[in-house]
C-alpha cells in the first residue's frame, strides 16, 4: 500500500473536498531534513531541540545552536519551521540542568518550560539563537514552549520570545489544564501544538514509559478526543505534532475536531497524504463525531474507520 499511496496523492495536504492540511514532519535536527523532503514535507512541525542538548557536560554554544537551526530553516524556504524550546526533564534528563531536589515522579516535575524559567539564561539564549538563525531567510519561523499548564506561563513564554524577536509564539497542548482552559491560553499566543503522546500519558494518568500500560496509552481515548477538539476550537490554528498523526484513520479524525496541520516522523506522511485526500471534510467530521460517540479507545477506533470508507 505504500508505493500506491505515494503514486496516488502527492503535493500539499488536502482533503478530498480540497480543505487544505498542511503535512509537517517531525524532526530531531538537520539530519532529518532529507527524508522530510524526499517525502513531500511542507515544513517542519516539530523540531525536538533537545537533540542538540543531550549527551554533553555543557550547553552548546550559540554558534552551534545559530547553525543547527539555520540549517533546517534553510531546507523550507516557502514553508514553516516549528521549533520548540527545549524540552528537559522526566524522559529526557540532561546532564547540566539537574531538577532542584529529589523528584519521586519525575513527570509530575520540573520539565519543559517549568524547567527553563528557573534558567531563564538557557531560554535567552536559545530564542536569540534562534531569531539570529532566521534573520533574513523567507521561512516562516514559529517557536512554541513544551509542557504548558496554564494562560499565565504561555503569556511568559510569549514575552520571552518577543524579547528575542521573535513574532509567532506557541504553545503546546500536553496537559489536560491547558486544554481544558485553551481560550485563555489562546488568547496568549498565535498558535497550538497538541503533544498528544504526553497528552494521552497525562489524561489517563498511565505512564508512557511503561509498555504494560499501552491499551491507556492511546490517543483514541474518547477523553483525549475530547480535549483535542476543546483546543482545536479555542480560535487560534492548532496542529498536532504527537504519535497520534501517523495513524491514517486518527489523523482524518483529528482533521474532523478541527485540527489544522499534522506533523508526523516521515515516512508517515505519504499514507497520510493519501488518507486525507481520498476523505472530504464532512466525513472527517462525522468519523470525528462517531469516534467521540463512543466508550473505549476500541471502540472509537472501529467507529470511525467504519464512517472512513475509503481508508487503505
Ligand atoms: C508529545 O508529547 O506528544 C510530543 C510530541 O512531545 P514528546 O514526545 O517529545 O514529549
Ligand atoms: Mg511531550
Known amino acids: 500500500t505504500r508505493s ?3 503514486a496516488e496523492a502527492t503535493g500539499p495536504g488536502r482533503t478530498k473536498d480540497g480543505h487544505s492540511v498542511p503535512l509537517l514532519a517531525n524532526i530531531g535536527g538537520p539530519k532529518d531534513v532529507p527524508a522530510a523532503v524526499e517525502n513531500g514535507a511542507e515544513g517542519v512541525g516539530l523540531y525536538r531541540t533537545e537533540f542538540l542538548f543531550l549527551d554533553r557536560a555543557t550547553p552548546p554554544t550559540d554558534a552551534e545552536q545559530e547553525r543547527a537551526y539555520r540549517e533546517v530553516l534553510e531546507a523550507f524556504p516557502n514553508g514553516r519551521v516549528v521549533v520548540r524550546a527545549l524540552d528537559a526533564g522526566a524522559d529526557k534528563p540532561l546532564a547540566f540542568l539537574p531538577p532542584p531536589g529529589e523528584e519521586p515522579n519525575p513527570a509530575l516535575g520540573e520539565r519543559g518550560l517549568r524547567m527553563l524559567r528557573r534558567h531563564e539564561d538557557v531560554l535567552t539564549a536559545q530564542l536569540s539563537a534562534l531569531a539570529r538563525a532566521a534573520s533574513g531567510l523567507t521561512t516562516k519561523l514559529q517557536v512554541m514552549a513544551p509542557m504548558v499548564t496554564d494562560a499565565e506561563e504561555a503569556a511568559y513564554f510569549a514575552a520571552a520570545c518577543r524579547a528575542a524577536g521573535i513574532e509567532h509564539p506557541g504553545v503546546m497542548i500536553e496537559v489536560p489544564a491547558a486544554a481544558l482552559r ?6 496568549e499566543v498565535k498558535f497550538f501544538s497538541l503533544g498528544t503522546n504526553d497528552l494521552t500519558q497525562y489524561t489517563c494518568a498511565a505512564d508512557r514509559q511503561i509498555g504494560g500500560l499501552a491499551h491507556l496509552q492511546d490517543a483514541w481515548q474518547p477523553a483525549v478526543l475530547d480535549l483535542v477538539a ?11 505534532c504527537g504519535e497520534a498523526a501517523n495513524d491514517p484513520a486518527l489523523a482524518c479524525v483529528l482533521v474532523g475536531l478541527g485540527v489544522t496541520s499534522l506533523s508526523m516522523s516521515a515516512p508517515s506522511l505519504p499514507l497520510v497524504r493519501a488518507a486525507l485526500a481520498r476523505h ?3 466525513e472527517c467530521r462525522a468519523a470525528a463525531s462517531a469516534a467521540r460517540a463512543a466508550r473505549s479507545a476500541e471502540a472509537a477506533k472501529a467507529s470511525a474507520r467504519q464512517a472512513l470508507p475509503a481508508l487503505a
Do not use: N
Open 4 to 6: 500506491a499511496a505515494l
Open 280 to 282: 472530504t471534510l464532512d
Open 230 to 240: 476543546s483546543a482545536a476550537c479555542a480560535g487560534i490554528p492548532c496542529g498536532v
Open 182 to 187: 485553551a481560550t485563555d491560553l489562546a488568547s
